[in-house]
């Protein structure tokens, strides 16, 4: 599980061990290191965050669960990432449980949680 990590993992790594990051954005849009400043200067009312499986592509990987976060008009990338934050803070160990329990069904691209 990454969270912050800022590596690109290998293709060898990532077929070997299903690992899963973390993204502030609504992946596919606004990929890479500065997704919340990209967000902002596009104008978007709704970013968000998004836990997806890596592969060796940045922010790349199949969905496994997004949640959107809407934008203040009077948002700083300070303001909308700590907002962010608290969805991650949720979120990713909610995905991780759903994984850790077998929950978690890949197909490709596609992911289902089972409940």
């Not at 303001?79 to 490709?108: F, K, N, S």
Request: charged letters at 25%.
């Amino acid at each position: 599980v990454l969270a912050g990590f800022m590596r690109v993992l290998s293709g060898d790594f990532v077929h070997r061990w299903p690992t899963i990051n973390v993204h502030p954005s609504l992946l596919p849009a606004f990929p890479g290191a500065h997704a919340v400043d990209d967000a902002l200067a596009w104008g978007v009312k709704l970013s968000g965050v998004t836990v997806h499986f890596v592969d060796e592509l940045v922010d790349h990987g199949p969905i496994i669960a997004q949640e959107a976060v809407p934008v203040e008009p009077d948002d700083t990338a300070d303001t909308l990432h700590a907002r962010m934050q608290r969805v991650e803070h949720r979120l990713l160990p909610e995905v991780v449980r759903a994984w850790c329990a077998g929950r978690i069904h890949r197909d490709g691209r596609h992911v289902r949680i089972r409940q």
